[in-house]
């Protein structure tokens, strides 16, 4: 591989974490733009490595083994109420694991998903949480915390 690719590949991984870290971190949520920049990088750079072997399916085992591994990383910031009737950590933990997701893509140099992949993203974390506040006013149950 070429050093300009793989450099093209690893930091679009890297940047892409990073931005979902920066949302996570203007949301005042521990899991940040240094955090989730190193899972973007460190996915890239797992998958990568194994599709550097000559082993036949060693990426695909690689991608299966993150998208498995993040998730139990993912359960650590996932918190219930006293109560158990609100979670907290939830986004954080789907961020955790799309950056890991990313970072698979990125490695395997699959731009254009990459890009619609990360536009799609930014989507639904801008917008996301207004449109579900917008829907809960429309239908508003009265067990529903409108903080957001």
Do not use: Y
């Amino acid at each position: 591989m070429e050093t300009v690719d793989l450099v093209l590949r690893l930091s679009f991984a890297t940047l892409a974490g990073a931005a979902l870290g920066l949302n996570r971190d203007l949301h005042g949520k521990p899991t940040g733009v240094r955090t989730l920049g190193l899972v973007g990088l460190g996915s890239a750079l797992a998958v990568m490595a194994a599709a550097a072997t000559a082993e036949p399916g060693a990426a695909s085992r690689a991608i299966q083994g993150l998208v498995t591994g993040i998730g139990f990383l993912g359960a650590g910031v996932i918190l219930h109420t006293s109560e158990g009737r609100q979670v907290h950590g939830l986004t954080t933990a789907a961020c955790t694991w799309l950056t890991a997701c990313m970072g698979a893509v990125c490695a395997v140099g699959e731009w254009r998903m990459a890009l619609i992949g990360a536009a799609v993203m930014f989507v639904v974390l801008v917008f996301g949480g207004r449109l579900e506040r917008a829907i809960r006013r429309i239908w508003r149950h009265p067990d529903d915390d409108l903080s957001g």
